[in-house]
């Protein structure tokens, strides 16, 4: 199956959605119609601050997101999602490096990064390679399409304490250290994600 484009909304949340996540089984349903998606989608909230949430979602390519976007049809979509958003959003685009089981797992790391020298591109491809591989594709890695020196990373974790005890192995905690002197750490945060398919 090929790799998606997904698509990663970071976005101020309303205390309706962190009671009940299920208010935007609406918006899911109409955004499950378009063409290119594959569903499910996955919504959360931030472990360490509530007040943020993260909506995940595969399409089949950009275009056909960027189509939705300009459907007819995404005016009803936004009025679905009123209810959850708490004003601030931010979108990215990501293809990486393989298919994000991540989200699935029963907590998920979200981290950008940004390349501080697009010199240094190789070399912290190279670590995120290896990180990758050694956690069986578990953490994948990909430059945004927007800007190509901001990565997103999403780990799949059993806890937010079995990834800080991953990261606290002298190797990782060696890899990481020369990793975050090439790319500022933008955003690291858990989220545990609800799947909506739509239905």
């Known amino acids: 199956m090929p790799i998606p484009t997904t698509e990663l909304v970071i976005f101020d949340t309303t205390q309706a959605v962190r009671n009940d996540r299920s208010i935007l089984s ?11 998606i594959q569903m499910p989608a996955y919504v959360g909230t931030q472990i360490e601050n509530p007040g943020k949430g993260y909506v995940f979602m595969n399409w089949d390519s950009l275009a056909h997101h960027q189509a939705m ?15 959850a958003y708490g004003g601030w959003s931010k979108m990215y685009h990501v293809i990486f490096n393989a298919q994000p089981v991540a989200l699935k797992q029963p907590v998920t790391e979200v ?6 020298n697009p010199s240094h591109r190789t070399e912290v491809f190279d670590i995120l390679t290896k990180i990758s591989d050694s956690t069986k594709k578990m953490l994948v890695f990909g430059p945004t399409l927007e800007d190509k020196n901001v990565i997103i990373v999403v780990g799949g974790w059993q806890s937010v304490e079995a990834h800080w005890q991953m990261v606290a192995n002298p190797e990782p905690k060696a890899a990481l250290e020369r990793l975050y002197t090439l790319a500022s750490k933008d955003h690291l945060c858990h989220s545990t994600l609800t799947p909506f398919t739509g239905k």
């Open 26 to 36: 609406p918006a899911f349903k109409i955004v499950s119609k378009f063409n290119g």
């Open 69 to 83: 976007l300009a459907s007819p049809s995404y005016a009803t979509l936004l009025e679905a999602l009123k209810p």
């Open 111 to 116: 981290l950008l990064l940004t390349i501080k």
